[in-house]
């Protein structure tokens, strides 16, 4: 059974930093990508960018990149979200999603989602 | 690349059939057949329902199809039900490899 299984809810002051994961298991991890999704509070899924686990190859929003970092270690299945300084506008929910075999848009398994809240 | 444009609410009467859209421009739905529905029930994460514009994964019933005509994606679900009550998102790509999401539908089953 394909499962993407997400590191635990986060709480952070304004200009910290922060490193959450997404551990693949069920499949093998290197054959699809891992995307994450950002969902504020109450609001849509945006799409912020998407890994390749085969060789870590990037593609970003132009909406998120140079905010966060997107990485992978295939040795132990898992990708990773992180920031360097928090905002407040960055609490939100965190999901990762695979593309397996599929087109590009087609995500087929999600994490459950990592709450993230940036408060002073 | 701007977010694909959904309406926000749609309802129907359990039974009925519902359509939803989800437009976007020649630069993403218009050019490729990379569009996705989700299902979302609150606090759950997302669920595939449609991918490549009419493709269902195993498991989603034949009641959810979808379509494309220009640069509009629609999802139609038939027979509803009151568990299809939840959001709805589209995806699409749009190209160098970027995807974009739609802002959402909430269905109501009435």
């Known amino acids: 059974e394909v499962q993407l299984v997400q590191s635990g809810a986060e709480v952070r002051k304004p200009g910290e930093s922060l490193k959450i994961s997404c551990k693949g298991s069920g499949y093998i991890f290197v054959t699809g990508s891992i995307a994450w999704v950002r969902q504020m509070p109450g609001k849509g899924l945006e799409w912020m960018g998407v890994i390749s686990a085969a060789d870590s190859d990037t593609n970003y929003s132009p909406s998120f990149e140079g905010h966060v970092t997107i990485s992978a270690d295939k040795s132990i299945n898992t990708a990773y979200l992180q920031w360097s300084s928090l905002n407040a506008s960055d609490t939100a929910i965190y999901y990762c999603a695979r593309r397996g075999s599929g087109s590009i848009s087609t995500f087929d398994y999600w994490g459950q989602g990592t709450l993230v809240t940036v408060s002073s | 690349q701007s977010a694909l444009t959904q309406p926000r609410s749609v309802s129907a009467s359990p039974g009925q059939s519902v359509t939803m859209s989800c437009t976007g421009t020649s630069s993403d739905i218009g050019t490729y057949n990379y569009v996705s529905w989700f299902q979302q029930y609150p606090g759950k994460a997302p669920q595939l329902v449609i991918y490549?514009?009419?493709k269902r994964p195993s498991g989603v019933p034949d009641r959810f199809s979808g379509s494309k005509s220009g640069n509009t994606a629609s999802l139609t679900i038939s027979g509803l039900q009151a568990a299809d009550e939840a959001d709805y998102y589209c995806?699409?790509?749009?190209?160098?490899?970027?995807?974009?999401f739609g802002g959402g539908t909430k269905l109501n089953v009435l």
């Open positions: 995806c699409s790509y749009a190209g160098r490899y970027i995807v974009i």
């Open positions: 490549d514009v009419t």
